[in-house]
């Protein structure tokens, strides 16, 4: 007689293990310490079997048969139901792994250069991360991956967002390749986003009006009250040093030679791989000191307010370029105006109207290749006068906050 609800619930165990039998080999095991396991005895090939369907009441009177009329099915067409259990047990432990566990998969066969590498799985951590791990990866359409892309880009960082959706292609279309999923929801996500408008954007924001950039050094020099100090620092920083953003970010204590008032970035952290020297003014030095006070016991210079040891994310110092507020208006400056990046542009600007040679400009700032430097140059020659630049430039921009 088959099993009903009340039956199975009002099951009591026994001095020994007993079934209740319900119909075409389902029966509910129920053992002497109260456990109650619903199972199924097969046979294919004259040779016996025993499927464990699940636990009860975990597993209800009619999931289990749903469960053993699935097995049934399988044996009858020559299948052992344990193995496909297996079969799905492993899907389904591939299934728990989330999309950063691919993704860390991913950039670890990329090859790429070290600062590169950071760069891209903070950009991954920071902006995908988030949103992609909170469920399994053969569950995203094209439309959910949209959405995680779209406030990326209406926040003016278009480039970023077509970036990231690039990337999310690739990692998708490994995983199709692997048979982890069905579709790659990545395709043409790209074409989606609205493009980068180079048309009102010249390289990246920056200024090159004497008046523009004093007023926006004295404001980076104005103390915000909720302005992380470790920020404040970086915002001083970049005017002096003028590297790229990710150099910045990444700066490691490690580089900093004090004694010698000299920054060394190794080439496998640099663009064009090759070494970069960074002479320190004194107002470098001075507030290198400063920051070593707070982050001196830790491999970055410039860490996230949070901590945790991790370098300050990307969008950090240019969001807050975009708070500080200009005199003339008296409202923030916002997107356009000048970007972590724009300091190079800047700097380069004022430079060259201050008479250094191009080329210890263009060797400050990683630009010249072998062949750009003449041959009564050298990297060794131009140090001095890039000691004077770097310098003269720092006593130009003190010249400014005052």
Do not use: C
Not at 180 to 207: M, T, V, Y
Request: charged fraction near 25%; hydrophobic fraction near 35%.
């Amino acid at each position: 007689m088959p099993l009903n609800n009340t039956g199975v619930k009002n099951a009591k165990p026994k001095d020994k293990p007993y079934k209740l039998t319900d119909q075409g080999g389902l029966y509910l095991m129920v053992r002497p310490t109260g456990t109650k396991t619903w199972k199924y005895d097969f046979r294919i090939n004259n040779t016996r079997g025993s499927y464990t369907i699940g636990s009860y009441p975990e597993t209800s009177l009619q999931e289990a048969r749903a469960k053993h009329l699935e097995a049934r099915k399988l044996v009858q067409e020559g299948q052992n139901p344990t193995g496909e259990k297996q079969a799905k047990r492993l899907k389904a432990q591939l299934n728990q792994k989330r999309f950063s566990h691919y993704a860390d998969q991913w950039i670890k066969k990329q090859n790429l250069a070290k600062s590169t590498e950071k760069d891209l799985k903070q950009r991954i951590s920071t902006n995908l991360t988030p949103y992609l791990d909170k469920k399994p990866i053969e569950s995203f359409n094209t439309r959910e991956l949209l959405d995680v892309l779209t406030p990326i880009s209406d926040r003016g960082a278009r480039e970023t967002a077509i970036r990231l959706a690039g990337v999310l292609r690739r990692i998708f279309n490994e995983l199709l390749i692997l048979g982890l999923i069905n579709n790659n929801p990545a395709q043409g996500l790209a074409e989606l986003l609205p493009k980068p408008d180079h048309r009102s954007k010249k390289n990246f924001g920056h200024i090159t009006d004497i008046e523009d950039l004093k007023n926006l050094m004295q404001q980076i020099y104005t103390p915000r009250p909720r302005q992380s100090p470790i920020v404040g620092y970086a915002l001083k920083l970049m005017p002096l040093l003028f590297l790229r953003p990710k150099n910045i970010r990444f700066l490691r204590w490690e580089q900093i030679d004090f004694e010698d008032a000299m920054l060394t970035i190794p080439g496998d952290e640099m663009k064009a791989g090759k070494e970069l020297k960074v002479p320190l003014a004194t107002q470098a030095v001075a507030l290198l000191k400063k920051a070593q006070e707070l982050t001196g016991g830790k491999e970055y210079v410039f860490l996230t307010s949070h901590g945790h040891g991790k370098p300050m994310s990307e969008n950090t110092t240019t969001a807050a370029l975009k708070r500080l507020t200009n005199p003339k208006t008296g409202k923030a400056y916002g997107t356009g105006f000048m970007t972590s990046h724009g300091f190079r542009h800047t700097a380069s600007t004022f430079l060259n109207e201050m008479g250094f040679s191009a080329d210890a400009i263009e060797l400050q700032l990683a630009h010249v290749s072998e062949d750009r430097v003449r041959s009564t140059y050298n990297k060794a020659q131009l140090m001095d006068e890039r000691v004077k630049m770097m310098q003269n430039w720092a006593d130009f921009v003190d010249q400014l906050i005052r």
